[in-house]
């Protein structure tokens, strides 16, 4: 199997993505508008004669359709970085359209360096422009938190940054930090009439009453009823006296560990959070998938391989659903994240992990841009400490990104008093 998929741009298949994003975002992520200001789109324009590493959160599928968008508006065209397994989607059809529109793969969790290499050369190149996605896999899967962003995108840059001084001098990449928020468009009304009936179905198939819950009640009992579900399928004993987080952490960790045990994971910190074990997870099994050449990884049968994907992304729905999340701020954006989670738990639809399903409602995807800086301005600090370089970077990377984030708390609303929970010992929860 090819290891390397490099990128192969052909005109056409660009031209055909560009008359029809509208459709394809509206088809497969039921988004119906990007909306980018004025001032952000003459920003962009005033780039494309620049190197651009373009930086955004990546909480869903949809966010490599919105940045070639991104790409349209400013006038150019982006070069993209895929996981090597989504290039066997499809039979290896969407692959080969990625290649055609400038994407390429990487292998997670080795040093791939036929993809760092490309990446640092188109950086490297006049004009040069990449889309990376510093939370890295798994997906955040929630659209008003980020998760804690990766170094190697940081690496990567400087690396370039320093391939591009050795032709010319005066050498620069603009680092642009972007956030991109999905708001529901249809009115209160309906939003509460479809999540109604949706947590319905999710209720009946688990033979659940809902009595005279309020909605924000109802998604916590199918919340506890899955808790307990899973505690009792992973034989956990539970102790009474924890909260909801403590369980639902507690369920988590086992299926993780049980994976890691079954697949003999190299180097598995059963000590490690959720998030670090489920990330060197899914990268093992992705190696295992493309036969990579290392003595110590397992040989795994198909179903095998099949087993424990399913049972990361259960692992992965469960690290997501969080209590206060939707407790404290019910959106209906933050409703919708859960019921996508329930919906893939209960009914077996596509798990969010693998793409999801469109959203229920149609949605719009406010696109908002920090003041893109100078690479430059952190090069002479990197020379001298390599890690305080690395280190300042993410910092302002992060606080660009989570400050983007923050402005975008007015587009939505809550549908529901925030822990208007009314009775809570109803769920048995402190």
Known sequence: MELFKPPDFKAYVAWLADLTLPVILKQYQNIEDVIIEQEDKAMLRELERERVLFFTNHPSQAEPLIA????????????????????DFLFGVLGMAFQSLGGFSVIPGVADKESMLMARSILARPKGKLVLFPEGEPMCGENDNLMPLQSGAVRLSISALEDALKKDKNADIKILPGFIKYVIKSPESVIIEDLHRSISVVEEKLGADSGDRNLLRRFLMVGRLLLEDAEREYHIDVDESKDYDYRIGKVRHTILNNVAERIEAPNYDPNADAIQKLRQLTSILELVELNYPNPKLKKLSSSEISWANRECVKAYDLI??????????????????????????????????????????????????????????????????????????????????????????????TIIEPYDIENLAAHHFK
């Open 68 to 87: 070639y968008h991104v790409a349209n508006v400013m006038g150019t065209r982006f070069n993209y970085m895929a996981t090597r397994r989504a290039f």
């Open 320 to 413: 997501v659903i969080k209590r206060d999340y939707l407790m404290s701020r019910p959106t209906p954006e933050r409703f919708y994240e859960f019921l996508n989670r329930y919906e893939s738990f209960v009914l077996g639809k596509r798990p969010h992990a693998l793409g999801g399903e469109p959203s229920h409602l149609p949605r719009r995807a406010y696109v908002s841009f920090a003041k893109p800086f100078s690479l430059r301005e952190y090069y002479d600090m990197f020379k001298v400490n390599k890690q305080d370089g690395i280190t300042k970077l993410l910092e302002r990377l992060h606080d660009d990104m989570q400050r983007l984030l923050n402005n975008t708390t007015h587009l939505t609303r």
